[in-house]
T-cell receptor, first 113, second 113 residues
Framework: NAGVTQTPKFQVLKTGQSMTLQCAQDMNHEYMSWYRQDPGMGLRLIHYSVGAGITDQGEVPNGYNVSRSTTEDFPLRLLSAAPSQTSVYFC????????????FGAGTRLSVL | GQQLNQSPQSMFIQEGEDVSMNCTSSSIFNTWLWYKQDPGEGPVLLIALYKAGELTSNGRLTAQFGITRKDSFLNISASIPSDVGIYFC?????????????FGTGTRLKVLA
């Protein structure tokens, strides 16, 4: 019963460094998303994917890249980290359009110094 | 970006009291979800609503899909200390896309024993 697994749980980066946040789901869900959570802002959609090989931008995509080579994995890449990207990042997956319920991972807490 | 208006932002209540929170939107939604987030964890789904006027319960929790399709309410009866956390609403509409959800900014609940 792993569900949605995110790694790492915590990360500290220096400005300009790059890294990849990993997300994997074992529920055979077609849809996967990345959100960031900032105080007082709720959850904001960064990128999403409706299936392997298909990705699209959400509300706040700048500074982030994604790819979806398999159904299970949906990594989020920060190419050149900035302090404004300090946040908590959540990955979510859902099975489809009908009764589309999103299941979330435990989050990655990222600090950019 | 578009976000839901969720209120109250925070509340302190005594153990045993009932709690009410709500979300409103300028858009018509076809799905409402209510999540709870514990410290250091990802959001966990509490209740899903799919039809205007729908009233659904999950233990001490009851949520309703507003008749206008622009609002939803969550009630918690006889609160207990483990109800502490942040509660989020999320809405899905035709204008947000067939997959994307819009999240409220959260209601932070603290229960005093």
């Amino acid at each position: 019963n792993a569900g949605v697994t995110q790694t790492p749980k915590f990360q500290v980066l220096k400005t300009g460094q790059s890294m990849t946040l990993q997300c994997a789901q074992d529920m055979n869900h077609e849809y996967m998303s990345w959100y960031r959570q900032d105080p007082g802002m709720g959850l904001r959609l960064i990128h999403y994917s409706v299936g392997a090989g298909i990705t699209d931008q959400g509300e706040v995509p700048n500074g982030y890249n994604v790819s979806r080579s398999t159904t299970e994995d949906f990594p989020l890449r920060l190419l050149s980290a900035a302090p404004s990207q300090t946040s908590v990042y959540f990955c979510a997956s859902s099975q489809g359009l009908t009764k589309n319920i999103q299941y979330f991972g435990a989050g990655t807490r990222l600090s950019v110094l | 970006g578009q976000q839901l208006n969720q209120s109250p932002q925070s509340m302190f209540i005594q153990e045993g009291e009932d709690v009410s929170m709500n979300c409103t939107s300028s858009s018509i939604f076809n799905t409402w979800l209510w999540y709870k987030q514990d410290p250091g964890e990802g959001p966990v789904l509490l209740i899903a609503l799919y039809k205007a006027g729908e009233l659904t319960s999950n233990g001490r929790l009851t949520a309703q899909f507003g008749i206008t399709r622009k609002d939803s309410f969550l009630n918690i009866s006889a609160s207990i200390p483990s109800d502490v956390g942040i509660y989020f609403c999320a809405g899905q509409s035709q204008t947000s896309g067939t997959y994307k959800y819009i999240f409220g900014t959260g209601t932070r609940l603290k229960v005093l024993a």
